[in-house]
């Protein structure tokens, strides 16, 4: 049995520490960020990991892992490892030094690709067909320790992000496991990663979001696969009368079905059906799916292209809509 603290804060990380629980290891404390401000409130919400360890009765930390206060806790807690999965703060070098077995990392791409903090929306978004996730011991560098285990993942056609990273929380929990039961039998032997195939994912912006209806249809479609559900992709309403919207409203979307038969659109222009909406991008249309205009809940698209009949019928004096032409 290996003593644990587990670090750990977004919904993604909670199937990890569930499976640590399950395991022959003891996990003795909880490590997370601390409450943060959310919805229109702005009230303090506890973390995903946060509310299942108190649910599991185990003791949850929220403080900065830095200086000595950090360092005495950490000291008496006397863990064997530390399990790390999408914590959200670097650790320095008096604190990795600790835990005998480590600080051990889940990570959710095969390194070295994708090192940073958004390695599935990455994936996503550069059309990879395989991704996967790894352990391995946490250094100072970003994700660049030496690797402990990999699992690989299929990216299915139509995967979003967040469906990629759902299955990857379930089998990384698994590796996670036994990775730990490796460490503790000392059967694992740490291996430098690669110095070939090194790719960065940093952050996805809201920026990023932004759909180009310029690109092609492929490449819009894996930007709207890739940020959905966050942060989000969305797109611009053009200065319509008629549009209960600001000129340059947001409207948000989610993913897309590409229609290669439909190639008459140029890009951003929208041809609204009975079934379906249809806007263009660079080579050939995508259907829109759901979308959501401001203040709004997200609906089908057609519904929405009903209940805005002034865009399409030319009461602003130009009956040909196109998103996406007033960033702001």
Known sequence: ?????????PDPAVPSLRALLASRHEVVAVLTRADAPAGRGRRLVPSPVRLAAEEAGIP???????????????????????????????????????????????????????RGAAPVQHAVLAGDEV????????????????????????IRPRDTSGDLLGRLATSGADLLVATLDALED?????????????????????????VR?????????????????APGAWTTLPPTAGLDAAPGARLGLGPVTPRPDVADLAPGEVRPGKKEVLVGTATHAVALGHVQPVGKKPMPAADWARGARGLFTGDAGDASLRLGQDAR
């Open 213 to 229: 209806w310029d690109d092609p249809a492929l490449a819009v479609d894996r930007r709207i696969r890739a940020v959905t559900p």
């Open 60 to 114: 949850v930390l929220t403080e900065r892992p830095r200086g000595e206060e950090f360092l005495a806790t950490l000291r008496e807690l006397d863990v064997d490892a530390a399990p790390v999965v999408a914590y959200g703060h670097l650790l320095r070098a008096d604190v990795l030094a600790v835990p005998r077995l480590g600080w051990v990392n889940l990570h959710f791409s095969v390194l070295p690709a994708w």
């Open 131 to 154: 991704t996967g996730a790894t352990t391995f011991l946490l250094d100072e560098g970003m994700d660049t320790g030496p690797v402990l285990g990999t699992a690989t993942e299929t």
């Open 1 to 9: 049995m290996v003593r644990l603290l587990f670090a750990g804060t």
């Open 186 to 210: 000392g059967t694992l032997a740490p291996q430098p990663q690669p110095a070939d195939g090194v790719s960065l994912a940093p952050k996805v912006t809201t920026d990023d979001a932004r």
